[in-house]
Each structure stands twice: as C-alpha cells, then as structure tokens.
C-alpha cells in the first residue's frame, strides 16, 4: 500500500513540476513580448540618418566629433532629458565668454541663418558649408586697401542677396587668418541686427561630418539698408585725445619704427591658440593689464590683424573701436613735419610694452 501511494505522490509531483514549468514558459513569454514593444519606439528614434543626407529643417543638430545628428526624441536626446541634475548638458564654449552671444557653435546653427564664407582665394570652389554664399573680405577693399564707403559695402552685400534683418553666420579658410573678424567688424559698423562668428572652421565643420559642398551658391540680390556705428570706428581726433588705451596690433618691428605716441605693442598671434581663439580664462590673463573701464583703440595696417584683436577684446567684454596706421600718418604730415617726425621715429610719449604675452 505504501509503495502504491509514494507512486502516486511521484505522478502528483511530476504533474506539478510540469504546470510550474508551463507557468513560467507562460509568464516568459509574455515578458518578452512586452518589452519588445515597450522597445520598438526607442529602437525607431534612435535611427538617424547619416551626415550627408541633410535635414534643411534642422540643419545642424549634433554634437562635436559625431558624424551623426541627434534628431529630437532620440533615445540619446530622451536619455539627456531625463538624466535629471546628476547629469548636465555640457556648456558651450560661448557660454564662458562675458560677451559669448556673438559666437555661434556649430550645433547651433540652423537653416534659418545666412551663412558667409568670407575667405579669399580658392578654398570655396574647392569646398565649403552647404547653402554658404561667399563674399571674399577683399571685397570690402578699395583699390588702395582702404574700406569702401558705407554705401559702397551695402552695394556688395545688397548685391549677394544679405539683408540687415538677416541672422548671419560668418566663417573664413582659417579661423586665425582675422577673415571672418574683419567681415564681423564690416558688418557691426553697418549695423547688421544679428552676426555672430562661427566656432570653428571648415575643417572643423568637415571633421564633426557636417554637410559640405563645392557647387557656388547664389542668392537675389536686394538692397542693404546700412545704419552706421560711429562708435566702431575710431577717427584721428578721438585717437589723439588721450581717451582711450592705444594698441598697436603690426609687428612688432613695425612698432619699434614707428608709432602713434602712447600706443602699447600687441601681437595679434597672442588671442590664437592652434588655429582658434583662445578661451576665456587665457583672455582674461592676456587682456588683464588693460582697464575695463577705460575704452580701447586697435590699430594696423592690416584689418584682419586688428579685427583679430578687436574682436577678441567684444568676446571679453571690452569697449573697443577700430583705427588705421595710414589715417594716422595721413593726419600727421598734414599737420606738420615735427608732429610726422614724432609718429615716424620719436620714442616720446611711446610705451614698449607688449601685451598679450602668455
């Protein structure tokens, strides 16, 4: 009897054994399947297409050294969202700069701006950003190597279809070359509503895998309406009134031959770093013998030198305006050959500071 009940309670127990294992088949099964479509949707947002097949809505939404664009709603940008504080969105290299609103990082640009590549030579035939309209800085020049007229710059900016409403985003073959800081200086002294300069440079743009292209891009041509700012350009009169710190932005040979009296020598190279502009904090220790609350002339017989420096002086929050070697020479043999001899030889009222040494 024994023996008939222990083969009982083995078919009981294996009978058991098997609806438990069926249960947990079941419950498996249905785990899968629900995660499968809880899944599906994150699956389907992360996709993104490639760089080259670029999204004129978005234009550029993805991080340096990607190749691929983060589209909103993506697993990575959901992750992002919802990281809380333990996590935050790195800054912008803008964000460290007192006046960084008139830099543009890369991702931040969008269909909506008007993109100029004011490099000279060939490098825009060869290749530059998409949709980009090239007016070269040299277009800015007159014969002698002075700037044109107000009118004059408003003819060749009408001309390429920019107009003074537009959000312009500017960009030359290197970001050192001063290019795209002189094209910034034309356009603040138009009054330009919304410029700013590219964080990067071409090869930047092409290493982040951002669509490029070869072919010119032209726009209709209009009319510029210029409202000059007198205060970015400094005169001969404002210069020699002791107003303000004097920086001479040539070579320093140059300097040491001559120069406006009480001007201190400042070696453009000094705000780059490799092929950008320097950040903030090594900003901050170049400019740090110049008072802040004391406005700023920089002068060379180079714009792109000098705008070089200017700009880096708008970046760090300075009050800084733009004067020329030549005017100064100009004025001087005008008024007398002592005042020319001073300017041209004389160490008097001259300081042989350099500045910007790091």
Excluded at 84 to 90: N, V, Y
Excluded at 157 to 165: I, K, N, T, W
Excluded at 275 to 291: H, M, P, W
Excluded at 310 to 331: C, F, N, P, R, V
Aim: glycine share 10%; net charge negative.
């Amino acid at each position: 009897m024994t023996k008939i009940n222990n083969i009982r309670n083995d078919k009981t127990n294996s009978t058991l054994c098997e609806k438990n294992a069926g249960t947990r088949k079941f419950y498996v099964l249905g785990f899968l399947i629900l995660s499968l479509i809880a899944f599906a949707p994150l699956v389907d947002a992360g996709c993104s297409c490639s760089a080259g097949n670029w999204d004129p809505s978005a234009f550029l939404n993805s991080d340096l050294g990607t190749s691929q664009p983060v589209q909103p709603g993506s697993a990575q940008n959901s992750a992002a969202g919802n990281s809380g504080s333990s996590t935050q969105k790195p800054l912008d290299r803008s964000d460290s700069f007192p006046n960084g609103q008139i830099f543009k990082p890369m991702k931040s640009v969008s269909s909506s701006d008007v993109v100029l590549d004011v490099s000279n030579g060939e490098s825009y035939a060869k290749s530059h950003i998409k949709n980009a309209i090239h007016i070269p800085t040299k277009d800015f020049l007159d014969g002698e190597g002075d700037l044109k007229t107000s009118e004059e710059l408003a003819k060749v900016l009408g001309g390429a279809g920019v107009s003074r409403d537009d959000s312009i985003v500017l960009y030359g073959n290197k970001e050192s070359s001063g290019e795209a800081e002189f094209a910034f200086l034309v356009l603040s002294y138009l009054g330009q509503k919304d410029v700013k300069l590219l964080d990067g440079s071409l090869a930047d743009w092409q290493a982040a895998g951002l669509p490029v292209e070869s072919s010119e891009n032209r726009k209709p041509g209009g009319e510029y309406k210029p409202e000059v700012k007198s205060g970015v350009m400094a005169d001969y009169e404002y210069v020699k009134s002791d107003q303000a710190q004097i920086l001479d932005a040539r070579p320093f040979m140059e300097f040491g031959k001559g120069r406006i009296p009480g001007s201190s020598a400042f070696d453009a190279s000094n705000v780059i770093k490799g092929e950008k502009i320097k950040n903030a904090d090594d900003l901050s220790i170049i400019f740090s013998r110049l008072g802040k609350d004391e406005p700023i002339v920089v002068y060379s017989s180079d714009y792109s030198r000098s705008s070089l420096v200017w700009y880096a002086l708008q970046l760090m929050g300075y009050e800084a305006s733009i004067y020329t070697w030549e005017d100064w020479k100009a004025h001087e043999a005008i008024g007398s050959q002592a005042a020319t001899a001073t300017s041209e030889g004389s160490t008097a009222g001259s300081k042989y500071t350099k500045l910007g040494s790091t």
